[in-house]
């Protein structure tokens, strides 16, 4: 089968389509027929290095996968071959006491198709029964491939992490990013001000017609000041960074007494600069959040699919431009979702 790899890691350059092997089924799997797989950042730390590869070369990421079965086990219970499916991305071993406890992203053993194993990128996957949802007929592949590591990282970071309110202020950093694009829609269904910090007038614009109440141009000046001054000085009361270590210490002075900073990335490096006293004086919350339980995710997909929550797509590039794909990612250029279609 034809995939999207690389044999040593490095940038956009390094990914080539190549001839590898088709997966076999094992026990309680299907192998799904890919349509459409959506790009994340973690795409490119795996491509750049960042984290150790176990698997080795070849490797091919892409864990947001929408396709169609092509063949089912005898053991599978819930598929057949010709259903339309959406992945759950996260892998566990359902054994541990935190899967046990229903906590399935906390899990000992916890990965990410794309990362821990090799990914949708290809045209066929090999996928346990438990990462498969069924897909409506009014969603497009590549609206489905656009939704599950986004709406679920910003699902739990949010609802179940940071438990926002009605009311609340909160502020989205790197707002034009896929997490961040389903945070705006999953803040504001939840009755919040959103403020929002995004690279260019044109993203602002975007940003602002998803949602947000008031998005910030990041090289206009000193948002953080701007940021102040649209709370009076009070501060917001919760803030979702993926960016790390570059805002690390601005996101903490911008929360008020009490509030929360989720942190769910760090495309900009791991050590942040924390001052204890401002943690403990103001009664600061720092939370990490990490993708989503299998319950959170039924409860986000419920919402898409009731087109309540909408993905957003940036650009759709063919497997054989995959390349291409990875190199807008990596310039930052896209506003939402950068998608991979397999045609085959």
Same mark, same amino acid.
């Given at each position: 089968?034809?995939?999207?790899?690389?044999?040593?890691?490095?940038?956009?350059?390094?990914?080539?389509?190549?001839?590898?092997?088709?997966?076999?089924?094992?026990?309680?799997?299907?192998?799904?027929?890919?349509?459409?797989?959506?790009?994340?950042?973690?795409?490119?730390?795996?491509?750049?290095? !960042?984290?150790?590869?176990?698997?080795?070369?070849?490797?091919?990421?892409?864990?947001?996968?929408?396709?169609?079965?092509?063949?089912?086990?005898?053991?599978?219970e819930s598929f057949k071959p010709g259903d339309k499916v959406i992945v759950n991305p996260g892998l566990f071993c359902g054994r541990c006491e935190y899967c046990i406890a229903g906590e399935q992203?906390?899990?000992?053993?916890?990965?990410?198709?794309?990362?821990?194993?090799?990914?949708?990128?290809?045209?066929?996957?090999?996928? +346990?029964?438990?990462?498969?949802?069924?897909?409506?007929?009014?969603?497009?592949?590549?609206?489905?491939?656009?939704?599950?590591?986004?709406?679920?990282?910003?699902?739990?970071?949010?609802?179940?992490?940071?438990?926002?309110?009605?009311?609340?202020?909160?502020?989205?950093?790197?707002?034009?990013?896929?997490?961040?694009?389903?945070?705006?829609?999953?803040?504001?269904?939840?009755?919040?001000?959103?403020?929002?910090?995004?690279?260019t007038a044109q993203k602002v614009q975007q940003v602002q017609k998803l949602g947000a109440d008031i998005c910030l141009n990041r090289n206009e000046g000193d948002y953080w000041s701007t940021l102040?001054?649209?709370?009076?000085?009070?501060?917001?009361?919760?803030?979702? +960074?993926?960016?790390?270590?570059?805002?690390?210490?601005?996101?903490?002075?911008?929360?008020?007494?009490?509030?929360?900073?989720?942190?769910?990335?760090?495309?900009?490096?791991?050590?942040?600069?924390?001052?204890?006293?401002?943690?403990? !004086?103001?009664?600061?919350?720092?939370?990490?959040?990490?993708?989503?339980?299998?319950?959170?995710?039924?409860?986000?997909?419920?919402?898409?699919?009731?087109?309540?929550?909408?993905?957003?797509?940036?650009?759709?590039?063919?497997?054989?431009?995959?390349?291409?794909?990875?190199?807008?990612?990596?310039?930052?250029?896209?506003?939402?979702?950068?998608?991979?279609?397999?045609?085959?």
């Amino acid at each position: 089968m034809k995939a999207a790899v690389f044999y040593e890691h490095g940038g956009p350059d390094k990914i080539q389509v190549a001839d590898v092997p088709k997966p076999q089924p094992g026990r309680g799997q299907a192998i799904v027929n890919v349509k459409a797989c959506g790009l994340n950042h973690f795409d490119l730390q795996v491509l750049h290095g !960042w984290t150790p590869l176990e698997w080795g070369f070849p490797f091919w990421g892409g864990g947001d996968i929408a396709g169609v079965v092509a063949e089912a086990g005898n053991d599978l219970e819930s598929f057949k071959p010709g259903d339309k499916v959406i992945v759950n991305p996260g892998l566990f071993c359902g054994r541990c006491e935190y899967c046990i406890a229903g906590e399935q992203s906390l899990c000992v053993n916890y990965g990410i198709i794309g990362d821990t194993i090799p990914g949708g990128f290809a045209e066929f996957i090999a996928l +346990d029964e438990s990462n498969l949802m069924r897909l409506p007929n009014d969603i497009s592949f590549e609206e489905a491939a656009a939704v599950p590591l986004v709406f679920q990282t910003a699902w739990r970071a949010l609802v179940t992490q940071a438990q926002i309110r009605a009311g609340e202020d909160i502020l989205i950093l790197g707002a034009s990013g896929g997490v961040a694009t389903a945070a705006i829609q999953i803040a504001k269904l939840a009755g919040a001000r959103v403020l929002a910090v995004t690279s260019t007038a044109q993203k602002v614009q975007q940003v602002q017609k998803l949602g947000a109440d008031i998005c910030l141009n990041r090289n206009e000046g000193d948002y953080w000041s701007t940021l102040a001054e649209l709370t009076n000085n009070r501060g917001v009361d919760v803030v979702l +960074d993926s960016i790390g270590a570059a805002t690390w210490e601005n996101s903490l002075n911008s929360l008020a007494k009490g509030g929360r900073l989720i942190t769910i990335g760090r495309t900009t490096g791991d050590i942040g600069k924390t001052n204890l006293k401002l943690v403990f !004086w103001n009664q600061l919350r720092i939370i990490g959040s990490t993708m989503a339980n299998q319950k959170e995710f039924s409860d986000v997909m419920k919402l898409v699919f009731q087109h309540r929550l909408r993905p957003v797509i940036d650009s759709v590039f063919p497997l054989e431009q995959a390349h291409l794909a990875y190199q807008r990612l990596d310039n930052g250029e896209q506003f939402g979702k950068v998608i991979i279609t397999i045609n085959n």
